[in-house]
């Protein structure tokens, strides 16, 4: 049983190895993509048309479907102060009995700049329409931007992610942990 134990974490620590050195060598690449009015439009609430429109279509299919994704969801600071901030917050409370959404603590937390910071092992294609708010099932915990975030009052978001290999399933929660504590999300689970 032992030497079973020791030839998986053996394989685990050669594939994670190779995967470090190759990211050493070629570097992280972090990509974006601005969210305005749009792609937060009413038409696409609960209706399954955002993903196949011809204004995101491309942008959907372009999603990573089959690798883990490390995301976060960043705002402009002079645009969304504080005071601002708690404003916005305190909408999604009516929101709460409706749709089911991302946690909002109980402290309200300093903006520092991150809406929130999440992951994804797969289908993060899913999970960026899920947290726009279009998603037809409800009780999908998320973000549900479409509801309560208002570009015109709180400027664009961008939400950035990074795709990883496969083999960085079994540490992406880690990372998204570690991400959260530099990052300081106001929403979340995450404690900073």
Known sequence: ????????????IDKLTAYFDDLAKNGLEIKSIDIDSTHLAECYRQTKTFSTCREFKGLYDSLPKNKPVLYW??????KLKNETLQQALGSINGLVQKRKTAEIPKIPRESCGTLYVGKVKDKF??????????SVNAKTGSLQLTYWYDTLLYGNLKLNYIVLEPEMKTLIGILEIELAKKLKPVLGSHRN
């Open 73 to 78: 969801f960043s705002f402009d600071t002079e």
């Open 1 to 12: 049983m032992e030497e079973i134990i020791q030839n998986i974490l053996g394989d685990q």
């Open 125 to 134: 294609h899913y999970r960026f329409v899920n947290h726009l708010g279009h």
